[in-house]
């Protein structure tokens, strides 16, 4: 199984919808969750935290479910300019920021 | 505002070749570390280094060479290049190893071996 599980995509979705993303993690014991956004032939830039309670950033919602062991992503009223891949990041506490990175849901915004 | 800068951008070398892939950054960061993204894999960390003087390997490090003389630079080295290094290669870094410092990534090397 691998440490951080994410479903590649590619969401089509028109302009305005509503798009969730889910992302598995497998050491019980991970400290820390990040979402990352990666556009085409990019850096990742970070786009948000995501704490224990859940966290609103604009449009954007993250939550985190320690029991079931997933972290999740919420884009409310899409724009076109949205469409990237979403990286799920884990931090699994083993010293330095060791991040254990997805390999991305794509999200494809179109008009 | 500089941020992360590596170069070269792109880069295409022959099997047995070295090269050294250049990082720097100018927001005194201690924290600094290298990775590698292949198509249908997350972000695999290379090396890294907490501060001058000071490096330790990471997932994947076999084949390559890092060092920190300075706070800024942070330079990886192919040995003898393979055609498994084809890659895109992000440096990066972090105010510090706190668990929910983000990370400040460059715009990445582009590098084909062939």
């Known amino acids: 199984r691998k440490e951080v599980e994410q479903d590649p995509g590619p969401f089509n979705v028109p302009e305005g919808a509503t798009v969730a993303f889910n992302c598995t993690y497998s050491n019980s014991a991970s400290q820390s969750f990040f979402w990352y956004r990666q556009d085409c032939r990019k850096e990742p830039k970070l786009l948000m935290s995501v704490y224990s309670s859940g966290n609103e950033d604009g449009r954007f919602t993250a939550q985190l479910n320690r029991a079931s062991q997933y972290i999740s992503l919420l884009i409310r009223d899409s724009k076109l300019s949205d469409s990237a891949t979403y990286l799920c990041v884990v931090n699994p506490g083993t010293g330095f920021q060791k991040l254990v990175f997805g390999t991305g849901t794509r999200l494809l915004v179109s008009p | ?114």
């Open chain 2, 1 to 114: 505002n500089a941020g992360v800068t590596q170069t070269p951008k792109f880069q295409v070398l022959k099997t047995g070749q070295s090269m050294t892939l250049q990082c720097a950054q100018d927001m005194n960061h201690e924290y600094m570390s290298w990775y590698r993204q292949d198509p249908g894999m997350g972000l695999r960390l290379i090396h890294y280094s907490v501060g001058a003087g000071i490096t330790d390997q990471g997932e994947v490090p076999n084949g390559y060479n890092v060092s920190r003389s300075t706070t800024e630079d942070f330079p990886l080295r192919l040995l003898s290049a393979a055609p498994s290094q084809t890659s895109v290669y992000f440096c990066a870094s972090s105010y510090s190893q706190g668990p929910m410092e983000p990370q400040h990534f460059g715009d990445g090397t582009r590098l084909s071996i062939l």
